[in-house]
């Protein structure tokens, strides 16, 4: 079986190829490399440096996937405020480009990465996917409004999907921007010798999902779980001053963060319930916050021969 992963060189496409090599199916790779980088790639997959937003037709006709993973995004919260008519055109205008293509080419099923910001100010924790669906951001409401073009294409085109709304996803290869990249932020500051720096007390949660289990569910949604939404999240609640004692563990030494004024707007907390994705999609996560930390610590090591610097406080 053929899957077309968009975004394929970015952070969590990447590893959503290498869990579909292992899983043996046949990989081909859009990306425009916007924030996508080569290096992510594996050399044996097939490469299309192209924009999804253009015209796919030939794309497809000649790779005729079988299932189509679509990750490329506009990605960031503040871009998408900064500049809302790219965030449209990347997150609606080319997911439409996608579906058109994906029908046209009798595509088995799309695969849709989706987010938790499409709920917005959560009225109940932990979070299910019968939430209200009230976006606070440009990039909420552009991700949710994908959907609505997802759920309708299957009525009209006949074109199975899965929706997976993820967490805050942390891991190797993570850029120190984007969404919610605070523990590739941390990292950063950390390679710098600088002391990484928290909005607020601390105290705010988060629910952050290790990238090599977001990359399992997406292969586990090929099969699984016909035409539904599913959170892809861990269920635990996690404070940015555990984020911080955590890391202080991995590396062995304490860590002396700044605190700055808590963000306007930023919401207190957030954690996704994932009952449905385990018992529809029979997924779980399987790294703890721990092993995933470990991980991701060992990648910016092997990233950076200078190591990791004294916080200087
Ligand atoms: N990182 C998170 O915590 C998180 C949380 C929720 C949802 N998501 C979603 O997961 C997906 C992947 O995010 P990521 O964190 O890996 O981001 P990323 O920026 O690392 O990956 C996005 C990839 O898409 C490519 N791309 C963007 N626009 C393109 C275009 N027009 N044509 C072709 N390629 C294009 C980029 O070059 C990049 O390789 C996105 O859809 C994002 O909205 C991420």
Redesign the pocket.
């Known amino acids: 079986m053929k899957v077309l992963v968009?975004?394929g060189?970015?952070?969590?496409?990447s590893h959503i190829v290498e869990e579909l090599i292992d899983s043996h199916y046949e990989v081909v790779v859009?990306?425009?490399?916007?924030?996508?980088h080569m290096k992510n790639l594996l050399p044996q997959v097939k490469f299309y440096n192209?924009?999804?937003?253009k015209n796919l037709d030939d794309l497809f006709a000649k790779e005729k996937p079988d299932y189509v993973i679509h990750?490329?995004?506009?990605?960031s919260v503040s871009q998408s405020f900064t500049d809302p008519l790219y965030d449209c055109e990347?997150n609606i205008v080319?997911t439409l480009n996608i579906l058109q293509s994906s029908a046209k080419h009798k595509v088995k099923k799309v695969v849709f990465?989706?987010?938790?910001a499409v709920y917005g100010n959560p009225s109940y924790l932990p979070i299910d996917e019968a939430h209200h669906v009230q976006p606070i951001s440009f990039y909420g409401l552009t991700?949710a409004h994908a959907e609505k073009y997802i759920k309708l294409f299957a009525h009209t085109h006949n074109l199975e999907f899965s929706i997976l709304r993820?967490a805050?996803?942390f891991g190797p290869r993570q850029?120190a921007h984007?969404?919610?990249g605070v523990v590739a932020l941390f990292i950063e500051k950390l390679i710098r010798g600088e002391p990484p720096v928290i909005f607020g007390d601390g105290k705010q949660t988060r629910d952050f999902v290790f990238v090599k289990d977001v990359a399992r569910a997406n292969v586990a949604a090929l099969e699984n779980g016909k035409n539904e939404i599913f959170n892809i999240g861990t269920g635990q609640e996690t404070s940015i001053n555990e984020i911080i004692d955590q890391l202080a563990i991995t590396l062995g030494r304490p860590i002396q963060a700044t605190l700055h004024e808590a963000r306007e707007g930023d919401i207190r907390s957030s954690v996704l319930q994932n009952y449905r994705a385990q018992s529809m999609l029979r997924w779980e996560p399987c790294y703890s916050l721990r092993e995933g930390l470990l991980q991701t610590v060992q990648f910016y090591k092997q990233e950076n021969p200078y190591g990791f610097q004294e916080v200087i406080s």
């Open positions: 968009t975004g060189a970015g952070f969590i496409g859009v990306d425009n490399l916007v924030t996508g192209q924009d999804i937003r990750q490329a995004a506009q990605v990347e080319a990465a989706s987010t938790a991700k993820y805050n996803v850029d984007g969404e919610a």
